[in-house]
Each structure stands twice: as structure tokens, then as C-alpha cells.
């Protein structure tokens, strides 16, 4: 097969692009797949699933307070003696040995054991509202940073098709100077709007290899070939007001916060059970070996039962009581503080929105506008009654309204997702991802009536 010149020249330099796709060839993305991507294997959403497991165990140590104590000790030495009678002098040698049990079962503790208790299962309740909170945040950063590498590799190939608008725009101005249509000053206007469009062209480039590698960092993985999402109107409030009612009642930063403040009421009242009586029944039993250079062997066993009556503590209770209280304190006002957050989140959410959408109205008429113009300006030109000055301006417009409706677009995904957030629905199971959900509770229920072994799972 013969090839021509003109096509050796093509083969030529589409060869290092098809190097470039054999060695790493373009997958087509879904948004949903990027974000099952990012649920599955974000190292922070991961590392805050292992921060819950460990919440976990503190339901399981404050149920330990119920539980019985039950210790073993064991003894072995050499006993030497020497007395001196009347009759002599006699010598004694023994081993004394021995173990013993003890067992130590509390019955009464002031109520510590309930309220530590009841202080942990809210601590662990306040940490997978936190949890949801932190995968919200993940899932908004990958759906920012696939959406971004959309814009970019938009807004690059526009910048693209510019510069060749612009290379064959110069060639035109050169032939129609050389034949005297045009003067220099015409073709150094098309000159510098070409070598400002590359400049253009070269800081999307850069602007995309930025996003791609955000995108890497979020989702795990390199970007390929990215589809644009689909609206998600239909899972969006349809007034500010219902906005506002969903986020105060579902948003997981403020069910949180309601834990939180659970808790520390909890602990108010455990820290001033330390100051009622204590019962507790404890249970020996030993066993010893030559204790004694007269005895054998010994054994002995008891069974006790023992109160006790806090006096005085030198006042740390009285103390960490006032303190619990002013923690508590700490956690009301902070509840009121998220809420509000959560509000004005909402509410810049909503406007963000309406906004964003206003504008790629705007755009898309700037976009037909300048393109209507720009055929104008062309058609004038060839007679005469325009400039190549115009003719670069109205071609600059153009592109800048293509390159404002990208942005638009990008603006007004991001904010429907953020409203999602802000009201407390951007999670892996309101946006149906395809992915085996993670369940916080089966950790929990493994361990909290555990009581021995210390191995643990990587995952649950």
C-alpha cells in the first residue's frame, strides 16, 4: 500500500497520540462510578470508618464496670533460719510456695456503670452522624473535582479550536497583505491575538493537568474519558423552605451535635456517682506450701462483702462535677452554633443555585448573540466595512461566551450538589451508588457485649 506524502505527514504526527492511547487508552467515567470509586477507597473517608470501629469500644469498656475482676498470684522462694538454744544450735529450711484467686464482682457503683454507659452508646450515635458528615464532604469533593476536569478539558478545547481559528485567520490576513488588501498593521493584530490565544490554550492545558490531578487524589484513580452528569433536580427541595426543615432535621452535623450534648449530660451524672457509696462482694481462696518451718501446708477461702462511703477527695470530684456541667454547656451552645451554620449554608446553597442558573441562561444567549455577530462582522469584512480588528473582537466575544456557559454549567452542578450537602443528602444512599454501603452497626454489635479476645477486623 502506498502512502502520499501529504497522508505520511498525518501518520506522522498522529503517531505519538496513538502511542499514548495504546499505553493508556481512555475509559469512559460516570459520575456515579467516579463516586463509588471515591466511597470505596478515599483513605480519609476510610480512615474516619476506623476512627468509628474505635469509638466502638467504649460501650464495651463501660459495660465492663458490671463485670467481674478475677486475678491469680503465685509465689515460690527458699527460707533459711538458724536459732540458738540452751541445747544448740538448730537449723531450718523451707520453700515456701503458694497461689492464690481472687474475684471481685461489683454490685453498686452510684450509678456509674448506667450512665458511663448510656454517656458511650450517645458518643458512638454522635460518631456515625459524623461519619455521614465526612463521607457528605468526600462525595462534594469528588463530584467538584470531576466536574472540574469537565470544564477544563471544555475550556482546553475551545482554547484549541481558537488557536487554529487564529492560525488560519493570520494566513488569511498574510495572503490578502501580499496582494495589498491588508495592511502590516493588520497582520500584526492577527499575530498577537494568536500568540495570546496559545497563551490561552497553554494555561488550560495547565489548569486541566491541575484538576486531573485533584481528581487522582479524591478518586483514587486517573480521570478517563468523563461523561457530563444529568441534572438532579427531581432529588433537590422544591422551596427554601422545605430546604430549611430537611436540613434541621436530617443534617447529620447537627444529629452530631444532639449526641454530643446527650452525652455530656451523661457524664454529669456519672462523674457524681462517684460520690455515693460503692458495693462490692470479692472472694478468695489461696493454697501455700511449707509457710512456715512448723507448718506443711495451708489453705483458706473467704467470701466478703464490702461497702464504702466516699468522705471527702480532696474535692477533684466536686471539681470534674463542674466541670461536666460546663462542658455541657459547651455542647447546647454548640448545637445552636451548627445550627445556624447549617442554615446560612442552606440559604448561600439556594441562592448559589438559582444563581447558577440564571447565568447559563444568560450565557447560552450571550453564546448565540456573539455567534450571530460574528457571522456578520465576517460578511462586512469581505467588503470592506469591517476590520481584521473586528473581526478578532467579535471572534474574542464568541469565545468567551462558549468559555462562560462552560463555567456556568460547571457553577450550577456543583451547586445543586452542595444544596444536597447542606440539607444533609449527599450520601452514598441517597444518590443510589452502586456499592456495598457500609454499615457502622455490625462492628458495633460484634463487640460491644464482648468480653475476651482482642483481635479485630481491617474493615467491616
Known sequence: MLIRPAGMALLCALMPTAMLAGTAPARSETLKQALAAAYMNNPELRA??????????SVPQALSGRRPSVAISGDLGRSRSK???IGGTSRNTSDPRGYGVSVSQPLFSGFRTLNNTKSAEATVLAGREALLNVEQNIILDAITAYVDVVRDAAILKLRNNNVSVLN??????????DVGELTRTDVAQARARRSGAISQRDQA??????????????????????????????KLPRSRKVAYDVALSEHPGIQAALYNEQAANFNIKATRGELYPSVSLNGEYSRRWEPSSTVRKTKSASITGRITI?????????????QAKHTRAQRALELDNIRNQVLAATSSAWSGLIAARAQ?????????????????????????????????????????????????????????YSLLSAIGRLNARHLGLPVPYYDPTVNYRRVRNKWFGAKTRKND
Request: without cysteine.
Open 360 to 416: 447559563i441562561v444568560s450565557s447560552q444567549e450571550q453564546v448565540r448573540a456573539s455567534r450571530i455577530a460574528l457571522n456578520g462582522v465576517r460578511e462586512e469584512a469581505k467588503v470592506g466595512q469591517r476590520t481584521t480588528l473586528d473581526v478578532l473582537d467579535a471572534q474574542q466575544e464568541l469565545l468567551d461566551a462558549r468559555v462562560s456557559l462552560v463555567v456556568a454549567e460547571r457553577a450550577a452542578t456543583v451547586a445543586s
Open 310 to 322: 466516699p468522705i471527702y477527695q480532696s474535692g477533684s470530684v466536686y471539681s470534674r462535677v463542674r
Open 83 to 85: 536459732s540458738f538454744t
Open 205 to 234: 492545558a495547565a489548569d486541566l493537568a491541575s484538576s486531573r490531578a485533584v481528581y487522582k487524589r479524591i478518586i483514587g484513580r486517573a480521570p478517563g474519558s468523563l461523561r457530563y452528569p444529568r441534572s438532579i433536580a427531581a
Open 168 to 177: 488560519e485567520q493570520l494566513r488569511s490576513t498574510r495572503a490578502r497583505f
Open 48 to 57: 474516619e470508618r476506623a476512627r468509628q470501629r474505635a469509638t466502638d469500644e
